[in-house]
Structures are given as C-alpha cells and as structure tokens.
C-alpha cells in the first residue's frame, strides 16, 4: 500500500520559512519522480516543484528563486524549503509520487499571514 505522508506545515507571518516533508512507502522511491504540488481555495491544483530520480529540478515561475525541492532517497523523504513566504503562497500542499501510477498525499495547510 502506497502512503505519502506530508508534514511541517503551518502559519507563517509573510517573509518566513517554512520546511515541508514528505515521507513515502510502498514505492521504489528512488525510481519516481517526486513533486509538490498545492491549492488554494477556489482554484485548481497546480504544480509547485519537481524533483525526478537525478535530482533534475523544475520550479513554476510563482516560486522559483524562493523555494528548494530536495530529496533523500535513503530516508525515501522528500522536502520543500520555503522562504520568502507571501501571502499568495497560502494554499494547502500536496505531495506526489509517479512512475507508472499517480500517488498523493493528503495534503498540508500552509497559511502565510500578511
């Protein structure tokens, strides 16, 4: 049974940082490409950061330069690093693994107050 479990979210004052972690099991971790993904009330899913099995890296254009996605295929644990929080950041996040198949988490709150 596939389980991504995602922590480390939260409230956050605009300007902060948050580290969100995803751990993953019943998957060869190393083989999927991981992601973060989040929505925000009212709007559709959307990518936030992506990390394939050579740690190749690809950002949307709302958060790169602010966020950093990482992985530790030892631990099977993916993380996102987010600085410079803004308001707009305020969505609830998802971990994703695929391969073959979709698999997400059940998501994380992060609020970031103005």
């Known amino acids: 049974q596939v389980q991504l479990v995602e922590s480390g979210g939260g409230l956050v004052q605009a300007g902060g940082s948050l580290r969100l972690s995803c751990r993953a099991s019943?998957?060869?971790?190393?083989?999927?490409?991981m992601g973060w993904y989040r929505q925000a009330p009212g709007n559709a899913r959307e990518l936030v950061a992506a990390?394939?099995?050579?740690?190749?890296?690809n950002y949307a254009a709302s958060v790169k330069g602010r966020f950093t996605i990482s992985r530790d295929n030892a631990k099977n644990t993916l993380y996102l690093q987010m600085n410079s929080l803004k308001p707009e950041d305020t969505a609830v996040y998802y971990c994703?693994?695929?391969?073959?198949?979709?698999?997400w988490g059940q998501g994380t709150q992060v609020t970031v107050s103005s």
């Open positions: 994703n693994a695929n391969r073959w198949d979709w698999y």
């Open positions: 019943g998957i060869t971790f190393s083989h999927n490409t």
């Open positions: 990390i394939n099995g050579d740690s190749t890296t």
